[in-house]
């Protein structure tokens, strides 16, 4: 009554825990400040009624192992209804033949990497059914690869176009073999002397005679990009030729021509009968006086030349009169002493699709030939 009427709160606090037996608190009850004056502690004992505790009963845990089993023979089930109800894919069994063409003829073919021991033109016969490989090889040619599918009892054809290769020349054999010297009844006054392509040597040419001689390859050597390089020496001036249009004398063609007595360096269109001189430069020091040999060079890519001379750029150019052709030599002074060794050329591209081959394919035509090897060594290098 007395807590209603002047709201009294109660304040619950344990006063002392060892005065009182277990279970119990001691309450006090005062009045707020102000209403009755000071406050009578009036205390009371009181049981505190202990909350009950329920006993936990631990429930059995589930078990998967059975579950896990079931599954696993569930799934084992399935595949091996999916395997037995596969059946099985056969192999077309049987056999069939190639037919393997190539201009020119007399490469060697290549099955799926294995020699066959035969040369274009030939027919491979009991070829498996299938997809196979076919590679020709030719000396002086890209390597040629096709592949070509084998049916049953049918023969399947390839027509290959062999492209021309890179080669190397010393002429140390005594020969100019795939090299044009003499047209018809006319002489050049090119041949092989001292293990060097010689033009005129103490004789005077006829009027009839030729000033070109060239690398023909029985008239498969025409180039579209190449480098091209040679070691030269001459009284007076002397030319490479490069992208002769046709395989004749008078061919039009480009002229790169190096005159030692002047250290110069000149570029012309050659139309029969007539030279074009389209750039030239004369002092030029990496030119070496005669009787000394330059090594000279040029790397023909599209339209654009650039020219060397013992490893040393000296110029460039760019020009669109001929796209392709032969390369050779030019004697522009008929009546002097001509000579030629170590003829060197590289592709540095193909026209077709197959050129990756045996033969350097070059990303960097301004490093080519760099070094300088033996006609052993380079053979030896591209596996001939």
Same mark, same amino acid.
């Given at each position: 009554?007395?807590?209603?009427?002047?709201?009294? @709160?109660?304040?619950?606090?344990?006063?002392?825990?060892?005065?009182?037996?277990?279970?119990?608190?001691?309450? =006090?009850?005062?009045?707020?400040?102000?209403?009755?004056?000071?406050?009578?502690?009036?205390?009371?004992?009181?049981?505190?009624?202990?909350?009950?505790?329920?006993?936990?009963?631990?429930?059995?845990?589930?078990?998967?192992?059975?579950?896990?089993?079931?599954?696993?023979?569930?799934?084992?089930?399935?595949?091996?209804?999916?395997?037995?109800?596969?059946?099985?894919?056969?192999?077309?069994?049987?056999?069939?033949?190639?037919?393997?063409?190539?201009?020119?003829?007399?490469?060697?073919?290549?099955?799926?990497?294995?020699?066959?021991?035969?040369?274009?033109?030939?027919?491979?016969?009991?070829?498996?059914?299938?997809?196979?490989?076919?590679?020709?090889?030719?000396?002086? =040619?890209?390597?040629?690869?096709?592949?070509?599918?084998?049916?049953?009892?049918?023969?399947?054809?390839?027509?290959?176009?062999?492209?021309?290769?890179?080669?190397?020349?010393?002429?140390?054999?005594?020969?100019?073999?795939?090299?044009?010297?003499?047209?018809?009844?006319?002489?050049?006054?090119?041949?092989?002397?001292?293990?060097?392509?010689?033009?005129?040597?103490?004789?005077?040419?006829?009027?009839?005679?030729?000033? =070109?001689?060239?690398?023909?390859?029985?008239?498969? *050597?025409?180039? @579209?990009?190449?480098?091209? #390089?040679?070691?030269?020496?001459?009284? @007076?001036? #002397?030319?490479?030729?490069?992208?002769?249009?046709?395989?004749?004398?008078?061919?039009?063609?480009?002229?790169?021509?190096?005159? #030692?007595?002047?250290?110069?360096?000149?570029?012309?269109?050659?139309?029969?009968?007539?030279?074009?001189?389209?750039?030239?430069? *004369?002092?030029?020091? *990496?030119?070496?006086?005669?009787?000394?040999?330059?090594?000279?060079?040029?790397? *023909?890519?599209?339209?654009?030349?650039?020219?060397?001379?013992?490893?040393?750029?000296?110029?460039?150019?760019?020009?669109?009169?001929?796209?392709?052709?032969?390369?050779?030599?030019?004697?522009?002074?008929?009546?002097?002493? =001509?000579?030629?060794?170590?003829?060197?050329?590289?592709?540095?591209?193909?026209?077709?699709?197959?050129?990756?081959?045996?033969?350097?394919?070059?990303?960097?035509?301004?490093?080519?030939?760099?070094?300088?090897?033996?006609?052993?060594?380079?053979?030896?290098?591209?596996?001939?």
């Amino acid at each position: 009554m007395l807590r209603k009427l002047f709201k009294i @709160k109660p304040n619950l606090r344990i006063v002392d825990e060892n005065l009182y037996p277990e279970g119990f608190v001691k309450t =006090f009850y005062t009045t707020r400040d102000g209403i009755l004056g000071k406050a009578e502690e009036k205390s009371e004992v009181k049981e505190v009624e202990k909350p009950e505790v329920k006993e936990k009963v631990e429930k059995p845990k589930k078990s998967y192992t059975a579950l896990y089993i079931l599954g696993g023979l569930a799934v084992a089930g399935v595949s091996v209804a999916l395997l037995l109800g596969k059946k099985e894919e056969k192999k077309e069994e049987g056999k069939g033949s190639i037919d393997v063409k190539s201009d020119p003829t007399g490469a060697k073919i290549f099955l799926d990497g294995s020699d066959t021991g035969k040369v274009t033109n030939a027919v491979l016969t009991d070829v498996n059914v299938g997809t196979h490989s076919v590679m020709l090889k030719k000396d002086r =040619f890209l390597d040629y690869t096709t592949s070509v599918t084998v049916v049953k009892d049918q023969t399947a054809t390839i027509n290959a176009k062999l492209e021309p290769g890179s080669f190397f020349e010393d002429f140390n054999d005594g020969v100019a073999d795939y090299w044009i010297l003499i047209i018809g009844h006319n002489p050049t006054f090119w041949y092989v002397k001292d293990g060097k392509l010689t033009h005129r040597d103490g004789e005077l040419p006829p009027p009839s005679a030729c000033p =070109f001689a060239w690398y023909s390859l029985n008239g498969y *050597a025409k180039y @579209k990009n190449f480098a091209f #390089q040679a070691d030269m020496r001459s009284e @007076k001036g #002397q030319c490479m030729a490069l992208r002769m249009v046709s395989d004749r004398c008078h061919s039009d063609c480009y002229l790169f021509c190096v005159r #030692q007595p002047s250290k110069e360096w000149s570029f012309y269109v050659y139309s029969s009968p007539s030279l074009h001189l389209i750039t030239g430069v *004369a002092g030029v020091p *990496a030119i070496k006086y005669y009787p000394d040999w330059n090594t000279v060079k040029v790397v *023909a890519s599209g339209s654009n030349f650039k020219f060397y001379v013992n490893d040393t750029y000296v110029g460039e150019i760019n020009d669109i009169s001929f796209a392709s052709g032969y390369v050779g030599f030019y004697a522009k002074n008929m009546d002097v002493l =001509f000579e030629i060794d170590n003829v060197r050329l590289d592709v540095l591209q193909s026209g077709s699709d197959n050129s990756a081959s045996k033969f350097w394919i070059l990303s960097n035509p301004e490093n080519a030939f760099t070094r300088v090897v033996s006609k052993k060594e380079f053979k030896k290098e591209r596996n001939f």
